[in-house]
Every structure is written in structure tokens, then in C-alpha cells.
């Protein structure tokens, strides 16, 4: 069961990063805003409070 949580986690924080990586930032990440599908697969939602990093509007 650790070694499940684990991944899920490991799964959230790719997640995250990719976001991050295309100038996004969710700014409300809280367990209540992550679903799991089937097969533990993270799904963010609640995307109100999104934000573009500065970055995204220089290319």
C-alpha cells in the first residue's frame, strides 16, 4: 500500500511540473482538488484561481 501511495504522489508532483513547465500555476492544490481515476491516475481541478507566470507572456 506505501509503495501505491508513493507513485500516486510521484504522479502528482509530474503533474505539477508539467503545468509548471507551460507557465501555469494552479495556486490552490489542496487533496480536495486532486481526483484519482481508475488506476490512481491525478486529475487537478478547481482551476479558478489559475495564474500565468510572467514568463509564459516573454516568448
Known sequence: MQKNNLECIRKISDA???IHQNSIV????HPI???LQTGRQ????DFPLLT???RMFEK
Open 42 to 45: 491525478p486529475i487537478f481541478i
Open 16 to 18: 505539477l511540473a508539467a
Open 52 to 54: 500565468f507566470s510572467k
Open 26 to 29: 494552479h495556486r490552490d492544490i
Open 33 to 35: 482538488n486532486i481526483i
